[in-house]
Every structure is written in structure tokens, then in C-alpha cells.
């Protein structure tokens, strides 16, 4: 009797011993879900080098830009040039307020502008900022540095499948407030 039992004991033993072996089926890790909101602070934080925009910084910015584009849209709408002023950045409006500058812009105006002569900085408000501006639609903002933001609409093309960017605004951050920086020629 001793026997069996023993017999018993080891082969229950063993069968522990092999279940306990038994490897488990694990699950896949899950995969990370990735927000459209830090999809975007990537996109808008890839091309600057060196520098360190926190997305809270980001988000920060971008809320800042946004209020001030939908201020510069009722500004158009009003065409309010002594407000639009206070959004300029000031090497912008020494740049555009240059008659040499105004010369060379006004040889670039579109065709149904041909033969205007810009000729201080409020002709262009009225006739290149404003026409260029008006109406657009701005879905997010790209760094080119920590105080140097393109405002952008993005559209993506049916026939391709390729994404287009249109720059709208630049901003460039003076005193610790963005201000619209104008293209120069």
C-alpha cells in the first residue's frame, strides 16, 4: 500500500509540476493611442532645432494666436487700421513703411490691382493684408523657433492623397506677446 500511495503522491506531484509549466497565453500589449492634439504638437514642434517647446507651451501659444487671428478677423471686417497697428510686429512696420519697399510690392500686386502704387503702410492693409487674409480658415501653428510661429491651414488634396499647407500669418514673440511679423519681399 505504501507503494500506490507513493506512486500517488509522485504522479499528482508531477502533474502540478506540468500544469505549473504550463505556459499562458499573454495578451498583446496594447497599442498606445495617440491623440489628434499631440499629433499636432509633433507636426508643429519638427522642424525647430536646439529649443524646447513644452506642450503646454504649445497649447498655450496656440490659444494666444488663435484669439488674435479672430481679432485681426473683425479688425478686416471693420478695417480698422489703428487697431490692426497694434498687432505688427515693429521691424514690420519700419519694413513696409519704407517707400522703396511700397515700390517693389506695388509692381507685384495681382492683375485686377495692376497700376496701384502702394504708398504708406495703411495702402497695405487695405490692399495686400486684408485681400490675402480675409475668410481663411487656420487649423494649426508651426514653429519655425521657440519665438517664431507660422499660423496654417492645412487641406489635403482628394486627387493624391498629399497634404498642402498654406501660410497665413507669422508671428514672432516680442515682450513675451505675439505680434504679427508681415513677409518681406
Known amino acids: 500500500m505504501k507503494k500506490i500511495s507513493t506512486i500517488t503522491i509522485a504522479a499528482a506531484a508531477m502533474l502540478l509540476v506540468f500544469s505549473a509549466c504550463e505556459t499562458t497565453k499573454q495578451e498583446p500589449a496594447p497599442t498606445p493611442v495617440v491623440e489628434e492634439d499631440d499629433l499636432e504638437y509633433q507636426r508643429s514642434i519638427n522642424k525647430i532645432e536646439g529649443q524646447v517647446v513644452s506642450k503646454e507651451t504649445f497649447n498655450a501659444d496656440k490659444a494666444a494666436i488663435l484669439k488674435k487671428i479672430a481679432e485681426l478677423n473683425d ?12 498687432y505688427i510686429s515693429e521691424d514690420s512696420k ?14 507685384k500686386l495681382p492683375k485686377e490691382l495692376k497700376g ?21 480658415q487656420i487649423d494649426e501653428i508651426r ?35 505675439w505680434n504679427v511679423e508681415l513677409p518681406q519681399l
Open 94 to 107: 519700419k519694413y513696409w513703411s519704407n517707400s522703396y519697399t511700397l515700390l517693389k510690392a506695388s509692381e
Open 143 to 177: 514653429y519655425n523657433s521657440a519665438e517664431s510661429v507660422k499660423a496654417v491651414q492645412v487641406t489635403k488634396s482628394e486627387e493624391n492623397d498629399k497634404t498642402k499647407i498654406t501660410v497665413y500669418y507669422n508671428f514672432i514673440k516680442e515682450g513675451g506677446d
Open 75 to 86: 479688425i478686416m471686417t471693420k478695417k480698422d487700421y489703428n487697431s490692426w497697428l497694434k
Open 116 to 136: 496701384l502704387k502702394l504708398k504708406n503702410l495703411n495702402d497695405y492693409f487695405n490692399y495686400v493684408f486684408i485681400p490675402s487674409r480675409k475668410g481663411r
